[in-house]
């Protein structure tokens, strides 16, 4: 990890990239690909994080040492930062992207220099050209396990290029993948080649936007557009008859621009007016526009934290304070309460069940009324977390929502003839797991359901294998789940249902095995049960007043389940 970012730094970092595209043709440093990829995706991060015109700029920035697909690599991984950043994409999920834009032409360096300047390709080279992401793959699969999930996005990406610029509309789910496929077309469209024919990036968005069927490629895409604004740092304005660099503009909408016409010295201009820019990348050989400018005081000024970030930390906090075993009043709900208008507006939707007209409450002293004051810790908890849940930023957010969202539908049916307990108690705890994944696991998270036997194993397989991830360290998710909601006693259930040996799970811990089972037979319907986890499941509906497993799946059926299946 870099200690500061620096010029020098910044110019290591092109240079390192193209030393990495150098390794395929040198197969004894094979062995140093993995480990140069993963610390050059770690480097484009936190160059973004602190300096992010720095990296910009280089969109309009062409090093001709480089050649055209070190460039063109270099443009893709920005725009890779640029799209993860607007999307508020963690460091891991963000740094798994950029491996897989710095993979992408791993092993056709050669062949694409050659495409770009118009030669034609040898039949050795078609094969190549056909076969770099198969080649890319197994090269990584040859540095270990850490690599699957950059190739599951390299192995989808033709597939998911062609979707993009497809009419009919082809469906494609993952975002990841999405995201480096948007970013190589839009890389492809705007880097700089002798021959001409590239276009700037805002022209580049704007032509995919409108070709693209795909509505998660199109919310990118608007998201990119509001981080970068209009202007690109390092454009070239025409200003009263001279050519400056446009930098970026300050808080009082001040642009910032630059002449560096004279090689020792830099001129600097401040002014409001409308730019006439020029935007379209251009060969740059001068090292303060490359490097060193991009690194002033004049320019680098310090923002605030997104406000989604600072309404997470509030909403976390809040979840903490509030204890569900504690009998609060009016008054100090109303306090905890009163800063956040937005969570009275959900709460009064949320008490709905509670009404037999199944209306929503005026207020929060008609929610609490309606619900009584021992049951609205554990309800103004949910409707908290169902907030962080919205404002969790992930490739894959819409099916971890709405997967999310059908198994608290399938806990409330369960407990459908169960009115001494509330289900939304019980739900809590699923909700802080699936934000430890989100935050933890975020890289392994997938659409997939995976289903192990119960029989092979003394323990039950994690709630995560509902979620894509076969295996989880318990030890942090425990940490976790007991610092936020410790006091929700089935918070250790559902640890204890994860860590205890069949034969000393207690009843609600088979509770929990429960929900994971009816789960799988919502999500996968032809799932085949074994003898113990057929007897958990007669135990669980007997226990919380149902008469048999078909009075219950029939019930399920005329649940409203989202559509992620």
């Not at 990406?157 to 999405?178: E, H």
């Not at 895409?221 to 930098?247: C, M, N, R, W």
């Not at 730019?275 to 680098?300: A, G, H, M, P």
């Amino acid at each position: 990890m870099m200690d500061t970012v620096t010029p020098r730094e910044l110019a290591r970092l092109f240079d390192s990239t193209h030393q990495l595209l150098n390794l395929y043709y040198q197969k004894r440093k094979w062995s140093q690909i993995y480990p140069l990829l993963s610390n050059l995706a770690e480097r484009y991060y936190l160059v973004y994080q602190t300096y992010p015109k720095s990296l910009q700029a280089q969109l309009n920035l062409y090093v001709a040492a480089h050649g055209y697909t070190t460039n063109l690599v270099v443009n893709q991984c920005v725009i890779a930062c640029i799209m993860c950043h607007s999307l508020n994409y963690n460091k891991a999920v963000s740094e798994q992207i950029i491996s897989c834009c710095l993979a992408n032409y791993l092993c056709v360096q050669s062949q694409s220099n050659k495409l770009a300047s118009g030669q034609t390709l040898t039949e050795q080279d078609k094969k190549l050209w056909h076969c770099r992401h198969q080649l890319a793959v197994k090269l990584l699969h040859a540095a270990g396990p850490n690599t699957v999930s950059i190739q599951h996005l390299l192995a989808r990406l033709n597939k998911y290029k062609q979707a993009l610029l497809s009419a009919p509309k082809v469906m494609i789910y993952d975002g990841a993948t999405t995201l480096v496929a948007l970013a190589n077309i839009i890389a492809m469209n705007t880097t700089y080649r002798e021959s001409g024919g590239h276009i700037s990036v805002h022209k580049a968005l704007a032509d995919i936007y409108l070709r693209t069927p795909n509505e998660f490629a199109q919310n990118a895409i608007k998201a990119f557009i509001a981080h970068i604004g209009p202007y690109i740092p390092a454009s070239e304005v025409k200003y009263a008859e001279q050519t400056l660099i446009y930098l970026t503009t300050d808080e009082q909408h001040r642009h910032i621009l630059i002449d560096v016409s004279q090689p020792e010295k830099i001129r600097w201009h401040r002014f409001k007016a409308p730019l006439s820019i020029i935007d379209k990348q251009r060969v740059c050989n001068d090292s303060r526009l490359l490097y060193t400018v991009w690194f002033s005081e004049k320019i680098n000024f310090v923002l605030p934290p997104p406000a989604n970030q600072r309404r997470q930390q509030q909403y976390l906090t809040l979840i903490s304070e509030l204890k569900i075993a504690k009998e609060y009043s009016y008054r100090a709900l109303d306090k905890l309460l009163s800063p956040y208008p937005e969570l009275i507006h959900q709460l009064t939707y949320a008490v709905k069940p509670y009404n037999k007209e199944h209306q929503r409450a005026k207020d929060l002293r008609h929610c609490l009324s309606m619900v009584g004051y021992d049951n609205a810790p554990a309800i103004i908890q949910k409707v908290l977390f169902q907030r962080l849940v919205a404002t969790t930023s992930h490739p894959l957010y819409p099916h971890i929502a709405k997967r999310l969202e059908n198994i608290v539908r399938i806990i409330q049916a369960l407990f459908k003839h169960s009115p001494i307990q509330q289900f939304e108690q019980v739900t809590l705890p699923l909700y802080a797991y699936v934000l430890y994944l989100c935050e933890n696991q975020a890289t392994s998270l997938s659409r997939k359901t995976v289903f192990e036997h119960a029989e092979e194993h003394t323990v039950s397989p994690p709630l995560a294998c509902l979620f894509g991830i076969n295996t989880l360290d318990l030890a942090p998710l425990s940490e976790y789940l007991t610092q936020l909601i410790g006091d929700n006693p089935w918070t250790q259930h559902l640890l204890n249902s994860e860590q205890l040996k069949k034969q000393q799970l207690q009843q609600n811990e088979k509770l929990w095995i429960a929900v994971k089972l009816f789960s799988y037979y919502v999500f996968q319907p032809k799932a085949m049960f074994s003898s113990w986890q057929e007897n958990i499941i007669a135990e669980t509906l007997t226990t919380v007043g149902w008469h048999s497993k078909a009075d219950f799946y029939s019930y399920l059926r005329t649940c409203e389940f989202a559509d992620n299946f």
